[in-house]
């Protein structure tokens, strides 16, 4: 499994969408990630985490995953999103994974979930095949098991 790149939307201190992208070269296949304290290094290693199973490992679980810029600048009754997505090439196919989790700001910082996650998993063949998986939970933990 090689990682592309990956897109945070709203997701910790991460506001609005974010891109990082991996070097997947042969010759350079090496890319660091190098931050102050706070800066969103273990963020970004959680939004891993968050994007393929749904899970995170801070002190808070999911609670505050959702970015405080986005409220405090969100009208109330307004709809929020958190939003990772991860593209990935395994066994010659192109991945690209979607997770995301929809919010209902209340007033001031109060927000409540709407529904769950939402995951979405589709994949290019060498061909130029397109599929969109129908488990996507299964499917990833058969690429990278948890």
Request: proline content about 2%; some cysteine; aromatic content about 8%.
């Amino acid at each position: 499994m090689k990682i592309k790149s990956i897109e945070l939307e709203n997701f910790r201190q991460f506001f609005g969408a974010n891109c990082l992208k991996f070097s997947i070269s042969e010759s350079q296949g090496i890319s660091i990630i190098h931050g102050e304290n706070g800066a969103g290094k273990t963020s970004i290693l959680n939004a891993f985490k968050w994007g393929l199973y749904g899970k995170t490992d801070f002190d808070t679980g999911e609670e505050n995953i959702l970015n405080e810029r986005a409220i405090a600048e969100a009208a109330d009754g307004s709809e929020l999103s958190v939003t990772v997505s991860i593209e990935f090439e395994h066994e010659n196919k192109q991945y690209t994974l979607k997770r995301r989790a929809a919010y209902n700001k209340i007033s001031g910082m109060d927000t409540d979930t709407i529904g769950g996650h939402v995951v979405e998993l589709s994949r290019m063949d060498p061909e130029g095949n397109y599929q969109t998986s129908n488990n996507p939970n299964n499917h990833i933990n058969q690429i990278l098991p948890e």
